[in-house]
């Protein structure tokens, strides 16, 4: 019996690394073909990261990152502005309400982006009548692609802890409702509300679809744009979006996993980035 | 004194009722939010898809019957099928060659982690990131070209093509499958594997007769789960593809964009609703089997 199941251990270990080399090389590969792609002209590298340079050479390029890093920062606060008090609300008036808040935030899911543009761009025609054509606009969209993801993150940090009891307190201690918000509940849920930032961040970093549809521009756009006139600093400036993604993203997962292993309430676990969609698609 | 009595829950009703449309005030800002840009875009596209120059129609819907659109869905639904395939198997090999390893070990953590992100990656920088790797003159084809002396587009150049999306697509679909099978190999007990051992069954049979079956409906929900995800993909493809539009998203975009030809738009709606027709029923099956699978391996 020993010597079968040392055989399997060994027949096991060997499958285990074919399939992790065979793969790994598969993953790796268009890293280093994209790491060589943009070394080939030495000028690229250092302009990337000479901004006056490159908002003179590539100005549809700096103008596309600016308008990312603003959609960005602007949906998570919007996002978290929507998602956070209505969660919390609903937790603690209208527990019947919870049902319809999930399947409206889980929505999205069910909608391809390509579809939700086509029903979002007479809304936009509107936006832009009011609010005129600037890529900001976007943040509106955006806030609804990332709801399932942010949701997700935000119910399952309010079910680790008990939201009633703690308002309740607060408010027999003379709390009005905003100091309940901001000083008691919001702290405690801080760390999904960051890994619901975090993800927000990410999906609005690699979105294309909208913006490039509703004739606004980010940095999808832009780096789709540059491919047709300068491949190499497409290439490099795609690789420097991933590795700032991926960073964003073992981020989130490093507290995640910080939180699984530090208290006995999984918080993030839900809301790692498992994806029923490709959001930057 | 029985009118006092009867008309006391009656006030506190009446009371409850007013503090619980006080409570709803407190939802309104979100769910005017979502009306206006989630709710609203979506009945724009279901009765777009039913509305023609002079009311109701089915013209739009009966315009999906024409040959140029039957075959977008055709390849669409290829594209996916495939991609989902080839992930669903290699994602479910590396799944389980993760099961064999330390549960808390550093490779496990480390791809699982990675798994995570890639799932994520799509759209412009992954078509970029092929095109560096076997583009025309990528990295590997220069490479391939320069050593080997092989032409890997010598039977004409597939990376435009189903052949290559359903390549760049496996990309996000193998993590994917990673992320979403793991749960249902980990649920496996090594008592079973023991079990069949002590009633004197194979590996053969442990496959076919204990572990397959209670796999089955947990890789199928995988696998349906990735056809919607490339099914839905759109930046992918478009990045890619600029001549012609071969699938339903970019036919969806040809529709949005051309305004030259009127009622097309409400075409595009009616294609829109088709593949949120397929992608719910995709969904509505991956829930029902995602039930089956929680039952042994929850």
Do not use: H
Request: with cysteine; glycine share 8%.
């Amino acid at each position: 019996m020993a010597g079968v199941i040392a055989r399997r251990a060994r027949r096991q270990r060997a499958f285990r690394w074919t399939v992790l080399i065979v793969l790994g090389v598969f993953f790796v590969l268009p890293f280093i073909a994209m790491i060589e792609f943009s070394t080939r002209d030495s000028t690229t590298w250092p302009a990337l990261f000479n901004w006056p340079e490159l908002s003179e050479r590539y100005p549809a390029l700096a103008e596309g990152i600016t308008a990312s890093l603003l959609q960005a920062a602007l949906t998570a606060l919007l996002m978290l502005v929507l998602l956070v008090p209505t969660a919390v609300w609903v937790r603690l008036r209208l527990p019947r309400l919870r049902r319809l808040i999930e399947f409206l935030c889980l929505l999205p899911l069910t909608i391809p982006a390509i579809v939700l543009v086509v029903g979002l761009a007479p809304v936009y025609a509107w936006v832009t009548y009011f609010l005129g054509g600037s890529s900001l606009t976007l943040v509106f969209a955006y806030t609804i692609l990332v709801l399932p993801y942010a949701y997700r993150a935000i119910d399952a940090g309010l079910s680790a802890i008990d939201v009633k009891t703690l308002a309740e307190a607060a408010r027999s201690l003379g709390a009005s409702w905003a100091t309940v918000m901001w000083r008691v509940v919001l702290p405690n849920i801080r760390s999904a509300v960051l890994s619901a930032a975090f993800l927000s961040v990410a999906l609005v970093l690699g979105e294309f679809t909208i913006a490039s549809l509703l004739n606004r521009t980010n940095l999808q756009v832009a780096i789709n744009f540059l491919g047709k006139s300068s491949a190499t600093m497409s290439v490099a400036v795609s690789l420097t979006a991933l590795l700032l993604a991926f960073v964003l993203l073992l981020l989130l997962s490093l507290l995640g996993g910080r939180r699984r292993s530090g208290s006995t309430v999984d918080t993030v676990a839900t809301a790692a980035p498992v994806a029923t969609k490709e959001p930057a698609a | 004194m029985a009118e006092i009595v009867a008309d006391v829950p009656q006030r506190a009703t009446t009371r409850s009722r007013l503090r619980g449309v006080t409570a709803l005030l407190g939802t309104v800002p979100f769910f005017a939010y979502v009306t206006i840009f989630l709710v609203i875009p979506t009945l724009v596209v279901v009765i777009g898809a039913f509305a023609g120059s002079g009311g109701v129609t089915l013209e739009n819907v009966k315009a999906l019957g024409s040959s140029y659109i039957l075959e977008a869905f055709g390849r669409s639904i290829a594209l996916s099928l495939l991609s989902a395939l080839i992930g669903a198997v290699l994602g479910a090999l590396l799944a389980y060659a993760l099961v064999t390893a330390k549960p808390d070990g550093i490779l496990r953590r480390v791809v699982t982690a990675a798994a995570g992100v890639l799932a994520q990656f799509g759209g412009v920088t992954l078509a970029f990131a092929f095109l560096a790797t076997i583009g025309l003159s990528g990295f590997l084809t220069v490479w391939l070209r320069d050593t080997f002396d092989v032409d890997i587009f010598s039977g004409g150049v597939w990376l435009f093509e189903l052949p290559g999306l359903t390549l760049v697509y496996t990309y996000f679909q193998i993590p994917l499958m990673v992320i979403v099978f793991l749960p249902a190999l980990d649920g496996i007990r090594p008592q079973w594997r023991e079990a069949t051992e002590s009633l004197g069954g194979t590996t053969w049979q442990y496959w076919t007769r204990v572990a397959g079956p209670l796999l089955a409906p947990a890789f199928l929900g995988s696998f349906l789960l990735l056809f919607a995800n490339s099914f839905s993909a759109y930046a992918t493809a478009a990045a890619l593809v600029s001549q012609g539009s071969p699938l339903i998203p970019l036919q969806i975009r040809g529709a949005l964009t051309s305004e030259v030809l009127l009622g097309q738009q409400n075409v595009g709606k009616a294609m829109a609703l088709g593949m949120v027709v397929v992608v719910s029923v995709v969904m509505a099956l991956y829930t029902l089997l995602q039930k089956r699978t929680s039952k042994w391996l929850g």
